[in-house]
C-alpha cells in the first residue's frame, strides 16, 4: 500500500541533487538551481503516468481538493456532494472554500452512490465529488452522466486511488479535475504532498497561481508580480516533490506488486460461504491498495475485524471509526453550533446531527478492510492468507 515502504536509492538521489544546488523552493532562483526543477518534473511525470495534460503538484491532498475547488470557482452558498464514506480531509476542503459539504449514501461500491447524489441536488449545487476510496473506483460512467445532465463539476477526490483505472483511463483525469494525495500512507508519496490533474488549461492556470498567493507566474525568476487569481500558499517543497518523482517513476511496479499480494489474499476468502467482495465497477481498474469485503451483518463484521487483529492482522472496521465514517464525525457535527460558519453552512450541519443513512449503514455496517503492502515476501503473503481465512471462518 504506502511507498515509504521501498524507500530507497532513487529516492535518496533525487533528494540529493536538491542538497547539492540548496535550491529548496520550487519556483525561482533560475540561476542557482542549476536546471533542477523537481516539482516541476513531478508534474510532468504525473502526466505522463496518468494520461492527463496538466498536473498540479502542491503540499498536501488536503491542498490539493481545495485548490481544485478553488480553481472550479467554488465558494460560499455552492454546495458539494460527496460520500458519507470518505477521510474527513474531503469536507475540510469544501468548508475551507466556504461551501457546504452535503453527505449523500454510499452503496456496495464502498463510494458515493449515483442514485443518492442525484437524490442529494438542489439548485445550489455545483460540483460531485465521488470518493475512489480504499484503492477503486466509484461508477464513474453514471457520474459523467450526472454532470452531464445537470451540468455540475465533477471532481474526483482520488487520494486513495493513485494508478487505478476506469475503462482504462486513470482515476482522477475523468472528471474535470482529479486529486491525489502523497501522504505518508498513499500508495506513492512525497512524505506530504498532493496534485490536481485536469484536462483544462484555465483550470489548471487557476490552479497554479492559487496554490501560490495568485502569483501569475510567468516570466523568468518566478515572473512579474500580477495577480490574476486571488490565491494562498499550497506550494511543496523541492526536498518533498523529489521524494515523490523517484517514487511516481515506480507506481507501476507498485501497483504490479499490490495486485498480485491483493490477489492472494482474496483468494483466500474467495469460496467461504457468507463473505462477499466489495462491488468494482471496473474490476480490471483497482489499484488494489486494499482487500474489502462484506460480512451477513454488523456483529459478525465487527468479530471478524477482531479475530483478524487477534491473528496479527490489520483490519479497519469502518463502521466504527471516526476518521473516515459519517456515523463517528462528531466534530462536523458539532461545527453546526459554532457561530463562525454562516446560517446557511450551520443548517445543512445542524440537520446531520440528526440525520440517519440506512442505506450507508447497511453497507459500511458489514464491510472490513485489510490493507496491502508492497514489502511482504511471498511467504508472508501466504501466512498472512492462511490467518485471514481462519480468522474470517472463526465468525461465520
Ligand atoms: C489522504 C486523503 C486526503 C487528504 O490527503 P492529505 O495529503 O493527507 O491531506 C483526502 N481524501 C482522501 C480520501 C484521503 O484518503
Known sequence: MPGYELWGADER??????????????????????GRWKARELEAELCRALGSRHAQVVSSGT???????AALGVGAGDEVVLPTFTFV??????????????????????????????????PRTKVVMPVHMCGAMADLGAFQALCDEKGLWLLEDACQAVGGTYRGRALGTIGKAGCFSF??????????????????EEVWRRCDQYSDHGHDHLGADRGGNLHPFLGYNFRISELHAAVGLAQVRR?????????????????????????????????E????????????????????????????????????????????????????????????????????????????????????????????????????????????????
Not at 13 to 34: N, S
Not at 100 to 108: K, N, Q, S, Y
Not at 184 to 194: L, R, S
Request: with cysteine.
Open 285 to 396: 481498474g483497482d489499484s488494489a491498495s486494499f482487500l474489502s469485503f462484506f460480512l451477513p451483518d454488523e456483529g459478525r463484521a465487527r468479530a471478524a475485524a477482531a479475530a483478524m487483529k487477534a491473528e496479527g492482522l490489520p483490519a479497519m472496521y469502518w463502521y466504527d471509526n471516526n476518521w473516515h465514517y459519517i456515523r463517528r464525525w462528531d466534530h462536523l457535527k458539532q461545527a453546526a453550533t459554532m457561530t463562525r460558519w454562516p446560517e446557511e453552512v450551520r443548517r445543512v450541519l445542524s440537520g446531520l446531527a440528526g440525520k440517519a443513512f440506512p442505506a450507508s449503514d447497511a453497507v459500511m455496517g458489514r464491510a472490513v478492510s485489510t490493507p496491502v503492502n508492497l514489502a511482504w515476501s511471498e511467504a508472508q503473503v501466504a501466512n498472512r492468507a492462511e490467518k485471514l481465512s481462519r480468522a474470517v471462518r472463526s465468525v461465520l
Open 63 to 69: 491542498a490539493a481538493l481545495t485548490t481544485a475547488l
Open 251 to 283: 507506481l507501476a511496479g507498485f501497483l504490479d506488486t499490490q495486485r498480485r499480494h491483493k490477489a492472494a489474499l482474496r483468494a483466500a476468502l474467495e469460496r467461504t460461504a457468507g463473505v462477499t467482495f466489495r462491488r468494482l465497477p471496473d474490476p
Open 183 to 200: 501522504d505518508f500512507v498513499k500508495t506513492i508519496t512525497c512524505g506530504e504532498g498532493g496534485a490536481v490533474v485536469t484536462d483544462d
Open 13 to 34: 538521489r533525487e533528494v540529493e541533487e536538491v542538497l547539492e544546488t540548496g535550491v529548496l523552493m520550487r519556483y525561482g532562483f533560475d540561476g542557482p538551481r542549476g
Open 89 to 122: 480531509a474531503s469536507f475540510e476542503a469544501v468548508l475551507s472554500v466556504g461551501a457546504i459539504p452535503v453527505l449523500a449514501d454510499v452503496d456496495d461500491t464502498l463510494t458515493l452512490s449515483p442514485e443518492a447524489a442525484r437524490a442529494a441536488l438542489t
